[in-house]
């Protein structure tokens, strides 16, 4: 099978960048399928950082053709700095190497406006959402009254739309909130520099990932957030506004479920979150402190610290069944060296009841009281290790406990955020 789905298995930040940039040489195409620029992707080659919030984390490698799917929301202005950026670097010299689909969905300004509006008066209350429009926009996809990368090229037919979603949300931006809502003139005149920019890009993704797939390419799809920030799976309703799971690629990228088969999920060997809502394993000081300076636990997107806790298999485990996990890789294995003992929630205590699974209420889930092993840890350095046998036997035990509490295999171990540092246990295309 050439088709590899890699997903987040916690609630974001879990690596994915790292991973997908790893495993992209060997992949014809990486194609983004869900999420927009709320995502921040880091891919660390020797001393150079890169970070991506949209442009698929495959961009390193000038072979790999990287495609922005359908079911993708998209900043034309964030999506031309970031290809300007790459290209002062010297990547994606070639305007071949990314694909944009017609049908996906742009963010307005407006929808950053309405964004950030809404948390401002949530006030306590607020989600703690990345600030970028990605609600908003899905919400007028939804509504059916969105506007796609097509319309771009219909002059006639983008400015109504603007003018409708203006008259519509402005009302909202203006009467509740407060704000001042940007000029349909206004709009339209900055979108037409993005239209102009980005043209060569444009193209059905669909049909392209389709033949890629027919001819036996090897096609990876890269996720954004995670299983806990899926709108229907995650802790509803801290998440973000679209599916997250494996499932998303076949509506996202227009691809048939049977094409999809291998599906790597992506977690930390303890568990960060950013934004609000319930977090059961939270370690608040202390420990939970350490993660964050150690792993350097803070967002890529908006710079926000991550709140920090230990593994959670309630969690990965559902990640795995929703997602159908045939492999998993632990990252920041290294970041757990030093501390004493390490402990994994196993299962919640609901309120006396024992819990396997993740409430569906997010007020219970907020009540769950973790119920932990505990592990010895280890003392050495891991970020030489680049086989299993080169981990001290603490840390291997720690992974055999993860692999045996999901049910799924792990494939990959990292020991450091560059792409080399990683422990690979199976091809991934080969799972
Ligand atoms: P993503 O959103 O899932 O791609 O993850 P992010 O890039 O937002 O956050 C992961 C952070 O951890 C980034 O700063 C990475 O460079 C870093 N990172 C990834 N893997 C490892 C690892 O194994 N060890 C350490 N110490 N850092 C890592
Ligand atoms: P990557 O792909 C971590 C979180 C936000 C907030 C919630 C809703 O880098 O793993 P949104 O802006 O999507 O409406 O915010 O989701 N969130 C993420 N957390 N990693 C991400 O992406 C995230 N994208 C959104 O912090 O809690
Ligand atoms: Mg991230």
Redesign the pocket.
């Known amino acids: 099978m050439s088709v590899l789905v890699i997903v987040?298995a916690q609630w974001?930040?879990?690596?994915?960048?790292?991973v997908?940039d790893r495993f992209a040489a060997h992949a014809d195409v990486v194609v983004r399928f869900m999420g927009g620029n709320n995502?921040?992707?880091?891919?660390?080659v020797g001393n150079e950082?890169t970070?991506v919030h949209l442009i698929p984390?495959g961009v390193l490698h000038p072979q790999t053709i990287c495609v922005l799917g359908n079911g993708v929301v998209i900043d034309p202005k964030v999506l031309c700095e970031e290809v300007e950026g790459l290209q002062k670097r010297g990547y994606l010299t070639d305007p071949a190497q990314l694909r944009i689909d017609e049908r996906a969905h742009l963010i307005l300004p407006i929808h950053r406006m309405l964004d950030q509006a809404r948390e401002r008066s949530l006030g306590e209350r607020s989600l703690g959402t990345t600030g970028r429009g990605i609600g908003p926009a899905y919400e007028d996809k939804a509504a059916r009254r969105g506007l796609r990368v097509i319309d771009l090229f219909d002059e006639k037919y983008f400015r109504e739309g603007v003018e409708r979603i203006v008259a519509e949300r402005g009302l909202v931006l203006e009467k509740l909130y407060g704000g001042t809502a940007p000029t349909a003139d206004a709009i339209c005149e900055e979108y037409a520099v993005y239209r102009d920019r980005l043209g060569p890009y444009v193209t059905d993704t669909s049909s392209l990932v389709a033949d890629k797939i027919a001819a036996g390419r090897r096609v990876l799809f890269e996720g954004?957030q995670?299983a806990m920030l899926d709108i229907d799976h995650g802790t509803y309703p801290f998440v973000t506004s679209s599916n997250t799971v494996a499932g998303a690629v076949g509506t996202g990228a227009g691809v048939a479920p049977r094409h999809i088969g291998r599906v790597l999920g992506?977690s930390k060997s303890y568990t960060t979150r950013v934004g609000a809502g319930p977090f059961p394993t939270e370690l608040e000081g202390g420990v939970g402190a350490k993660l964050r300076e150690?792993?350097?636990?803070f967002?890529?997107?908006t710079g926000r610290p991550r709140r920090c806790g230990w593994f959670d298999a309630v969690v990965v485990r559902q990640a795995a069944r929703l997602s159908g996990l045939s492999g998993l890789a632990i990252?920041?294995?290294?970041?757990l060296s030093g501390i004493h003992p390490l402990k994994i929630a196993v299962a919640y205590d609901c309120e006396g009841v024992r819990y396997d699974r993740v409430p569906s209420g997010v007020r219970s889930l907020a009540r769950a009281r973790p119920i932990y092993e505990e592990l010895d840890g280890w003392d050495e350095d891991l970020g030489a290790a680049r086989r299993v046998e080169d981990l001290p036997a603490a840390a291997r035990r720690y992974v055999s406990r993860i692999e045996e509490l999901i049910g799924t295999p792990v494939t990959l171990i990292?020991?450091?955020?560059e792409r080399e540092?990683?422990i690979l246990l199976r091809d991934p295309f080969l799972l």
């Open positions: 987040g974001g930040d879990e690596g994915k960048g790292k997908v995502a921040g992707h880091t891919l660390v950082k970070v984390a954004a995670a992506i150690v792993g350097g636990e967002g890529a997107t990252t920041k294995l290294d970041v990292s020991v450091g955020a540092e990683t």
